[in-house]
Nanobody
Framework: QVQLVESGGGSVQAGASLRLSCAAS????????MAWFRQAPGKEREFVAH???????NHADSVKGRFIISRDIPKNTLYLQMNDLKSEDTAVYYC????????????????????WGQGTQVTVSS
């Protein structure tokens, strides 16, 4: 079992940077596939990035080159560095974790993940 707590959201101008953090409690942090999703008002939750057990990462095309997912295993913390923010990045950002192994393609969908944080709001004004 793992509990996830996000932090680092806020209101910024377009072009600014933010770093989100997700603190995980419980054991075996490195055994989880970790991900960031986001949900804008009136839209479905969408994949942003994930990092697998070996440290390999994947990012959505919409954030590739601007956002970077990473983790600090000794600190049990997942990060999302967000650069060159745009108004379309405005959303609630969620941290997610899953321990069971699935097909690689499954990790792009929210339904795959069992554990979720409460979310942190990111608002970007142009």
């Amino acid at each position: 079992q793992v509990q996830l707590v996000e932090s680092g959201g806020g209101s910024v101008q377009a072009g600014a940077s933010l770093r989100l953090s997700c603190a995980a409690s419980g054991r075996g942090f490195s055994n989880y596939i970790m991900a960031w999703f986001r949900q804008a008002p009136g839209k479905e939750r969408e994949f942003v990035a994930h990092i697998n057990r070996g440290g390999g990462t994947n990012h959505a095309d919409s954030v590739k080159g601007r956002f970077i997912i990473s983790r600090d295993i000794p600190k049990n913390t997942l990060y999302l560095q967000m650069n060159d923010l745009k108004s379309e990045d405005t959303a609630v950002y969620y941290c997610a974790a899953e321990q069971i192994s699935y097909k690689a393609a499954d990790y792009y969908t929210a339904e795959t993940y069992h554990w979720w944080g409460q979310g942190t709001q990111v608002t970007v004004s142009s």
